[in-house]
């Protein structure tokens, strides 16, 4: 059951995010991004062309983003919409994290409720539909997130060998690299990195079955 929703969940949100591509295609502004978008795309077109430090200029921007937009510059060329469409994809999976989290922490009719108002969330609709950060910083934060609480519960009491504590340990090391990466997208999610220590640090951290 829970399978089923969270493949429910990916195809619904990954429908609304296409669709949306979809309309948004005539508009002047779809092949041309403004502001932050050009800046980043910018930067991604001469990583792509073969100058990995982006210019001349030191990066004033995470550096994450402009590496994932230039390897699909490189796969799609300025195809905008081939772009948008990869980045609907990371969309729809955010929602399909949301709903492993939500499963986790409260259960699954909370955890699907909780996916599809992220599927229909009109400004995460907008933006996975942009050359902007937040598709690719919200999919590494939930990602981290489910990581350290799989690794919390991989560690029963009653587990005497050593094979639960290296799976733990090996997610706890994945779920801070996923953080790792949403740090190179968007700094300042390490203002809530002590959030997620302190919870490792607790001695019921590993007891959830």
Same mark, same amino acid.
């Given at each position: 059951?829970?399978?089923?929703?969270?493949?429910?969940?990916?195809?619904?949100?990954?429908?609304?995010?296409?669709?949306?591509?979809?309309?948004?295609?005539?508009?002047?502004?779809?092949?041309?991004?403004?502001?932050?978008?050009?800046?980043?795309?910018?930067?991604?077109?001469?990583?792509?062309?073969?100058?990995?430090?982006?210019?001349?200029? !030191?990066?004033?921007?995470?550096?994450?983003?402009?590496?994932?937009? @230039? +390897?699909?510059? $490189? #796969? =799609? /060329?300025? &195809?905008? *919409?081939?772009?948008?469409?990869?980045? !609907?994809?990371?969309?729809?999976?955010?929602?399909?994290?949301?709903? @492993? +989290?939500?499963? $986790? #922490? =409260? /259960?699954? &009719?909370? *955890?699907?409720?909780?996916?599809?108002?992220?599927?229909?969330?009109?400004?995460?609709?907008?933006?996975?539909?942009?050359?902007?950060?937040?598709?690719?910083?919200?999919?590494?934060?939930?990602?981290?997130?489910?990581?350290?609480?799989?690794?919390?519960?991989?560690?029963?009491?009653?587990?005497?060998?050593?094979?639960?504590?290296?799976?733990?340990?090996?997610?706890?090391?994945?779920?801070?690299?996923?953080?790792?990466?949403?740090?190179?997208?968007?700094?300042?999610?390490?203002?809530?990195?002590?959030?997620?220590?302190?919870?490792?640090?607790?001695?019921?951290?590993?007891?959830?079955?």
């Amino acid at each position: 059951m829970a399978g089923r929703r969270a493949l429910l969940v990916f195809a619904i949100a990954l429908a609304a995010r296409l669709v949306y591509v979809a309309e948004i295609r005539t508009l002047p502004w779809f092949d041309v991004p403004l502001v932050d978008g050009a800046n980043y795309l910018r930067t991604a077109r001469a990583i792509a062309g073969g100058d990995l430090l982006g210019g001349e200029g !030191a990066f004033w921007q995470p550096p994450l983003y402009p590496y994932f937009l @230039a +390897v699909l510059l $490189r #796969l =799609f /060329g300025d &195809r905008m *919409a081939w772009i948008y469409a990869v980045q !609907a994809v990371l969309g729809a999976l955010s929602c399909v994290l949301v709903f @492993a +989290v939500g499963r $986790r #922490l =409260f /259960g699954e &009719r909370a *955890a699907f409720a909780s996916g599809l108002v992220m599927a229909f969330y009109a400004p995460l609709i907008h933006f996975d539909a942009q050359p902007l950060i937040p598709v690719l910083h919200i999919v590494l934060v939930l990602l981290g997130i489910l990581l350290l609480l799989r690794a919390g519960a991989a560690v029963p009491p009653e587990d005497g060998g050593g094979g639960a504590e290296r799976r733990a340990a090996l997610r706890y090391s994945l779920g801070g690299l996923a953080w790792g990466f949403a740090a190179i997208a968007t700094p300042n999610v390490l203002l809530a990195a002590p959030a997620p220590a302190v919870w490792i640090g607790r001695p019921a951290a590993q007891t959830r079955p």
